[in-house]
């Protein structure tokens, strides 16, 4: 089975002045330290809300400094249970993100691809025509 997880991180940001300027360097600074080893991470920016379900913006400042919410999501193949994707994500995840904090916040089975590998193929016998011409006949044109 295949599971999308996807991981709360809250990432310290330092010397700025507007929640915008916090979240570009706090999604700058988390590719970095993801790459180039899980660069097919997924890194966007999180929710948060206050506890009468008040929308706030995904950084906190003081101080001229930020703590920014983003979210991480990466795919995680062959595992047995959810609980185990959730785990090995925190793993990988944590391993480059030193002394930042992650949550789970979902994990959702992916369909079996062995299926849409089917219907695709039976779409292509029906004859049915490409929707893009090939390369030679845009040429001959």
Known sequence: MDCRVVVEAAVPVYDVETPDEAIRIGIAKTGEMLNPDLNYVEIEMGSRTSPSGEELPPAFIAADEALVAL??????????QEEHASRIARKEIGQRLENVPLTVLSVERLEE??????SDTSADEDGDEDLIPEFEELVDE
């Open 71 to 80: 979210e991480l999501e990466m795919t995680v193949f062959n595992v047995e």
């Open 113 to 118: 691809e062995s299926e849409d590998d089917e």
